[in-house]
T-cell receptor, first 114, second 114 residues
Framework: AQSVAQPEDQVNVAEGNPLTVKCTYSVSGNPYLFWYVQYPNRGLQFLLKYITGDNLVKGSYGFEAEFNKSQTSFHLKKPSALVSDSALYFCAVRDRDGGFKTIFGAGTRLFVKA | NAGVTQTPKFQVLKTGQSMTLQCAQDMNHEYMSWYRQDPGMGLRLIHYSVGAGITDQGEVPNGYNVSRSTTEDFPLRLLSAAPSQTSVYFC?????????????FGSGTQLSVL
């Protein structure tokens, strides 16, 4: 069965420092991996996805993520955090065996301090 | 430029009452889905649809009904509300439900069952 783990409930970083939000996954086939962001009182917004090819994918707002097949990880990164990046981040996975179902992690709250 | 529209934004019900959460999209998407968001549990799939007249169950379907009579609308029905259904509900859509497609989310309905 598909599953996604986000091991940190909260990540705290100072503005200007690099940030990493961790995600590991488990699927039976080749994964399709996604990151979404949720700002307060809003729905989720798509940030980036990995389908195939280059292990480093770039997305919206300067975010990028690195796919590591051997570690089954898809960590979200940004070289220089902004206060406005403070939000709830969700990792999600699909694979062909899971059909039409997207499985989400529990979410990681990112707090960027000025 | 509406995207995915959910109504109402907030709702309070008494145990045993019924109600329908509305979801409409104007992007001509074939795939629509309902998720519930609970603290520490991320988003869990309730039901989904891959086109008018076609629906299927997700991870947590009990207590919820859906139907899809048009491409645009995908209402979620609670027949007899229970306190365990207190949650934030999100509707999401994508073009065809393809594995590499991102989801577009509505802004959510916050439901409290007393």
């Amino acid at each position: 069965a598909q599953s996604v783990a986000q091991p940190e409930d909260q990540v705290n970083v100072a503005e200007g420092n690099p940030l990493t939000v961790k995600c590991t996954y488990s699927v039976s086939g080749n994964p399709y991996l996604f990151w979404y962001v949720q700002y307060p009182n809003r729905g989720l917004q798509f940030l980036l996805k990995y389908i195939t090819g280059d292990n480093l994918v770039k997305g919206s707002y300067g975010f990028e993520a690195e796919f590591n097949k051997s570690q089954t990880s898809f960590h979200l990164k940004k070289p220089s955090a902004l206060v406005s990046d403070s939000a709830l981040y969700f990792c999600a996975v699909r694979d062909r065996d899971g059909g039409f179902k997207t499985i989400f992690g529990a979410g990681t709250r990112l707090f960027v301090k000025a | 430029n509406a995207g995915v529209t959910q109504t109402p934004k907030f709702q309070v019900l008494k145990t045993g009452q019924s109600m329908t959460l509305q979801c409409a999209q104007d992007m001509n998407h074939e795939y629509m889905s309902w998720y519930r968001q609970d603290p520490g549990m991320g988003l869990r799939l309730i039901h989904y649809s891959v086109g008018a007249g076609i629906t299927d169950q997700g991870e947590v379907p009990n207590g919820y009904n859906v139907s899809r009579s048009t491409t645009e609308d995908f209402p979620l029905r609670l027949l007899s509300a229970a306190p365990s259904q207190t949650s934030v509900y999100f509707c999401a859509s994508s073009a065809t439900g393809g594995w590499d497609e991102k989801l577009f989310f509505g802004s959510g309905t916050q439901l409290s069952v007393l």
